[in-house]
């Protein structure tokens, strides 16, 4: 047995010896205390001896691993790897067996204290990628086989098909495998041959994903009965609701969105725009009937009645004086200005100029007030700024003054 020269406590199992001095040997206590004696100093070179009976976790810890064994097991779990417990535990001495390598590792240094201090609940600063979920059009790996398409034996030696293996005759991109048939890897490669090497297998890689995304979207978007004829039984038994013109340019012009989506996805996203039109225009109506003072869909049956009345009775009206124009012979006169709004306001000279200058009744009313307006405010004395409206060129403004200076509606100093 071995003590402590400081406090005469035994220290067969760990001690430290004084490199400078003589038969100085200390146990761990005084040792960490900076305990000096005689020609010894705190600050003298150290030696730890092990006696080979030290255990780190404490003598209750199961297994009564030693302090040696433990630093070959973390030799051994650095050389050989975790999960390989057979090499470990001929590492670490014929005495352990593997489960008990594995059983010891798993307890003490993982759901240890240990572990429980130095391995996270979460690792920080771990990228998340919220664009490729699992199984998505942009994952970054092939998703899982899919199950074989339900079609008889005669349809699958037409589409050249196998069902055990979810594969064709004629794939994507036939001549992928051309990439790594021929590649091997040998010992005097440099790192140029390694990284072309590796940059072939990821364009196989690459192609294996293309294929695997072109048999999903053909299943997504039953491509399969659509080329053998089935869909069309399908939509006989389910008719659907016209697809407007509108409708077809705005799916043609998302089709590269198809892609990126699952086709029911797409469906009820077409659905739901035919939805948000059908509402938007009910918005519309009922923002019209609340301009017109109506606040109950009882009257609002009303007001569209009146109002079809109203628009049958104005286009009955139009119809009986075109026949009532040709009839008297006027149609070559005023036919083309007398069913105009503002009509009855103008004299029969007035009637003639509108006709003449191919000019609706309103525009001209509207011409004649500025012109006569803009007159008295001159001979008042207020400055003014004639603002004609943009359809008024120069011939029409000269042929209207000159009509209106005649009928004497203003001076001819002013025109």
């Known amino acids: 047995k071995k003590y402590c020269v400081y406090c005469l406590a035994e220290v067969s199992s760990l001690r430290f010896r004084c490199t400078e001095c003589a038969d100085i040997e200390l146990c761990p206590d005084c040792f960490s205390a900076g305990a000096e004696i005689g020609p010894h100093r705190r600050w003298h070179g150290y030696q730890l001896v092990d006696g080979g009976r030290f255990t780190l976790w404490g003598a209750e810890a199961e297994g009564g691993w030693s302090s040696r064994e433990e630093q070959l097991l973390l030799d051994a779990i650095e050389q050989f790897g975790f999960g390989n417990w057979e090499d470990m535990a001929a590492h670490v001495g014929a005495s352990r067996t593997?489960?008990?390598?594995?059983?010891?590792?798993v307890s003490m240094y993982i759901h240890g204290?240990?572990?429980?201090?130095?391995?996270?609940?979460?690792?920080?600063?771990?990228?998340?990628?919220?664009?490729?979920?699992?199984?998505?059009?942009?994952?970054?790996?092939?998703?899982?086989?899919?199950?074989?398409?339900?079609?008889?034996?005669?349809?699958?030696?037409?589409?050249?098909?196998?069902?055990?293996?979810?594969?064709?005759?004629?794939?994507?991109?036939?001549?992928?495998?051309?990439?790594?048939?021929?590649?091997?890897?040998?010992?005097?490669?440099?790192?140029?041959?390694?990284?072309?090497?590796?940059?072939?297998?990821?364009?196989?890689?690459?192609?294996?994903?293309?294929?695997?995304?072109?048999?999903?979207?053909?299943?997504?978007?039953?491509?399969?009965?659509a080329f053998l004829g089935k869909d069309k039984k399908d939509k006989e038994k389910a008719p659907k609701r016209k697809i407007t013109k509108e409708e077809k340019e705005l799916r043609l012009k998302l089709r590269p969105l198809y892609q990126f989506m699952s086709c029911k996805e797409f469906e009820d996203f077409f659905e739901n725009m035919h939805k948000e039109r059908i509402l938007r225009a009910k918005i519309r109506e009922l923002q019209r009937y609340r301009r017109n003072g109506i606040t109950k869909m009882e009257e609002s049956a009303e007001y569209e009645a009146a109002r079809h009345k109203r628009e049958k009775r104005k286009e009955n009206k139009n119809i009986a004086s075109s026949k009532r124009g040709k009839e008297d012979g006027k149609e070559g006169e005023f036919a083309a200005i007398e069913n105009?709004?503002?009509?009855?306001?103008?004299?029969?000279?007035?009637?003639v100029l509108c006709s003449s200058l191919n000019l609706s009744p309103a525009r001209y009313v509207t011409v004649k007030t500025i012109i006569i307006k803009d007159h008295l405010q001159k001979r008042q004395g207020i400055p003014s700024k004639s603002r004609l409206p943009s359809y008024l060129d120069k011939v029409l403004k000269k042929r209207i003054l000159n009509f209106l200076t005649e009928s004497g509606w203003i001076s001819r100093d002013a025109s």
């Open 98 to 105: 593997p489960q008990e390598v594995m059983e010891h590792y």
């Open 113 to 225: 204290n240990l572990g429980k201090a130095c391995i996270p609940d979460t690792i920080p600063n771990r990228v998340t990628d919220h664009t490729c979920p699992s199984g998505g059009p942009l994952s970054p790996s092939l998703t899982t086989p899919l199950p074989p398409l339900d079609i008889s034996v005669a349809e699958q030696q037409q589409l050249g098909y196998m069902p055990l293996r979810d594969d064709y005759e004629i794939e994507y991109d036939q001549d992928a495998e051309t990439l790594i048939s021929g590649l091997s890897v040998n010992y005097d490669d440099d790192d140029v041959e390694i990284e072309l090497k590796r940059a072939h297998v990821d364009m196989y890689v690459r192609k294996l994903k293309e294929r695997q995304r072109r048999k999903n979207i053909a299943r997504d978007y039953n491509l399969v009965p």
């Open 340 to 351: 105009l709004p503002g009509f009855e306001l103008l004299s029969d000279r007035e009637k």
